[in-house]
């Protein structure tokens, strides 16, 4: 499975930004698909994650401003970031595996490149 990852941009503070995965080749209909940041100096984070059947996670730091979704017949998957914070600026990252949501990134074995999301004013 082949994800790109893609929608990054610099936003103001209290703005909104959707980042997309998309998979290449393969549908993602039957993988949890997760989304990762990553801030300069500091460890990979699970931001959120959604099912095969659609159920939905997310971080603390992110409850109530992000909303994961996904569309199967265009093997995408969004997040949708609203009211963002300088501290949500890092590399956004998907990756897909076949079994339950995790926000943490061990047993996830496919990974998209990484988007920048850059939150300033």
């Known amino acids: 499975v082949q994800l790109q990852a893609s929608g990054g941009g610099l936003v103001q503070p209290g703005g909104s930004l959707s980042v997309s995965c998309a998979a290449s080749g393969y549908a993602l209909d039957a993988y949890s698909i997760g989304w990762f940041r990553q801030a300069p100096g500091k460890e990979r984070e699970g931001v959120s994650c959604?099912?095969?059947?659609?159920?939905?996670y997310y971080a603390d730091s992110v409850k109530g401003r992000f909303t994961i979704y996904r569309d199967n017949s265009r093997s995408t998957v969004y997040l949708q970031m609203n009211s963002l914070k300088p501290e949500d600026t890092a590399v956004y990252y998907c990756?897909?595996?076949?079994?339950?949501?995790?926000?943490?990134?061990?047993?996830?074995?496919?990974w998209g490149q990484g988007t920048q999301v850059t939150v300033s004013s």
């Open positions: 959604i099912s095969s059947g659609g159920s939905t």
């Open positions: 990756a897909a595996r076949l079994s339950s949501c995790l926000l943490h990134e061990s047993g996830y074995g496919y």
